[in-house]
């Protein structure tokens, strides 16, 4: 035994030889530090010589509110300097800033100017903390490489270039006035502009999308701007429109031949079926491929008994492949308009449905006429092979839906039911009971509540399920 120990320390390789097998190059080392956010980048400095001057590699200044709160304002300040000072890469990435600008909005203008002169890309201002809005004027002239801008209670006097070469590809604008001359004078400048954001933003009364010159402009995302009457949009380029908040009176003054991904979140209850401009808007989303909208845009679809019979608007959204529903407890849906609306999407794969709280009630149109019609309304979805429907409870509407999917859809592959918040009736029914009575190969799952992370509203960029 003892000679086999002494063999295998012989065998075993030395400290140096170990040091030798796992030695990095310096290049190496160099080009991982460049890419890491200053907070991990500083934490390594303490881990031996060889790191101690790490951070000054970075490329990635990210001042964000996590490293905020462990200092001081005086020791917020105090670090910052310590790294915008030393730092003389020509080439850094970002440079992103979580701070109270009150009384120091002339170091603020300073940081940025330094971290324009290296090159940044992307900036990243964010002065929600502040009890004011504040202004910064002067750092949109001599960008020559940033593609990304992102103010957050950070005004901007937008300074045009006189030969419309503004590099910035990506707007994001938060808690701030949006004059109707601002707007202007990005889309005469940005000509490169792929994405403009307006979050909680003010002024927007009349807001004109007018980028019919740019190529590239490929998404807008409007959300909760107080004050907002009017969207004009003409940008050909589009491909995704994400809307939130109160209803506003949209007018497309432009074919949309490349829109495909659309979410429409209208806070204001039925306030889309007084719309005058309806069918202006369902003609819009002809191309689209995924819709995530909540039951305000869907009741101003809906059918209603009328002199012929059951009626409704007359459209057909025959490339939607998604769609995506949320109902709250004010709608006046109920499960035959969800049908008859997914009947005007032939191709549509995939489906889900957030149910609310106290979504689907009971009403007297749907005892005495809706439920009669729904059970003898024979749609079917020939492509449909996901369904999810969230916030489900054993109400009789609610079933009827789970069961209209099984039924109708002969290639549905999957049946995905959350229980409603705080219901614990759902988890103890079984797929077997689901589908008494249907011939189905769908896999019917059930889950709490508590287990599903899906939102409710996607970015239009992404997808929920």
């Known amino acids: 035994m003892a000679s086999k120990e002494v063999r295998s320390r012989t065998n075993s390789p030395s400290s140096q030889e170990r040091t030798k097998y796992f030695y990095v190059p310096e290049e190496v080392i160099e080009e991982i530090l460049a890419h890491l956010p200053i907070k991990n980048a500083a934490c390594l400095s303490i881990l031996s010589k060889r790191f101690v001057n790490s951070w000054k590699l970075c490329r990635d200044l990210s001042f964000t509110k996590e490293i905020s709160r462990k200092f001081s304002k005086e020791e917020f300040v105090k670090f910052i300097n310590n790294f915008m000072l030393n730092f003389s890469d020509k080439n850094m990435h970002r440079f992103s800033l979580y701070f109270d600008p009150t009384d120091q909005i002339d170091l603020v203008q300073n940081w940025v100017h330094k971290a324009i ?181 869907l009741e101003a679809l809906c059918a209603r008994f009328g002199k012929h019979g059951y009626e409704g608007m007359d459209f057909l959204l025959w490339k939607l492949k998604e769609f995506q529903l949320f109902v709250g407890g004010d709608s006046h849906i109920n499960p035959l308009d969800i049908a008859i609306f997914l009947k005007k999407c032939p191709c549509v794969e995939r489906v889900l449905i957030d149910l609310g709280k106290y979504a689907f009630a009971e009403s007297v149109f749907w005892e005495h006429h809706g439920k009669n019609f729904f059970m003898s309304f024979g749609p079917t979805f020939p492509f449909l092979g996901y369904v999810k429907i969230k916030g489900f409870t054993l109400k009789g509407m609610h079933v009827s839906m789970a069961r209209l999917f099984l039924k109708n859809a002969p290639y549905l592959r999957s049946l995905e039911i959350v229980g409603a918040r705080n219901d614990m009736d759902t988890v103890r029914i079984t797929p077997e009971w689901i589908a008494r009575g249907i011939w189905t190969n769908a896999k019917i799952e059930i889950h709490e509540y508590i287990k599903d992370k899906s939102g409710i509203f996607p970015s239009v960029r992404s997808k929920v399920i």
């Open 117 to 297: 002169q290296c090159g940044i890309t992307e900036l990243e201002l964010d002065f929600t903390v502040a009890e004011q809005t504040y202004m910064l004027s002067f750092f949109l002239t001599n960008i020559e490489n940033l593609k990304l801008l992102k103010l957050n209670k950070c005004e901007l006097d937008f300074i045009p270039t006189p030969d419309g070469s503004c590099p910035l590809q990506q707007i994001t604008l938060q808690n701030v006035r949006v004059p109707s001359f601002t707007l202007e004078a990005i889309f005469s400048n940005c000509l490169k502009l792929r994405t403009l954001e307006l979050t909680n933003c003010e002024f927007l009364y009349n807001l004109k999308i007018l980028a019919q010159d740019l190529k590239g402009f490929t998404v807008l995302v409007v959300k909760n701007c107080t004050g907002l009457l009017l969207m004009r949009i003409n940008a050909p380029s589009l491909h995704s429109i994400h809307y939130e908040g109160k209803m506003c009176e949209f007018k497309f003054e432009s074919d949309l031949p490349d829109l495909s991904d659309v979410v429409l979140n209208i806070t204001s209850p039925r306030a889309f079926q007084l719309l005058p401009h309806r069918n202006n808007v369902i003609n819009a989303l002809a191309n689209v491929t995924t819709l995530a909208v909540n039951h305000t845009f």
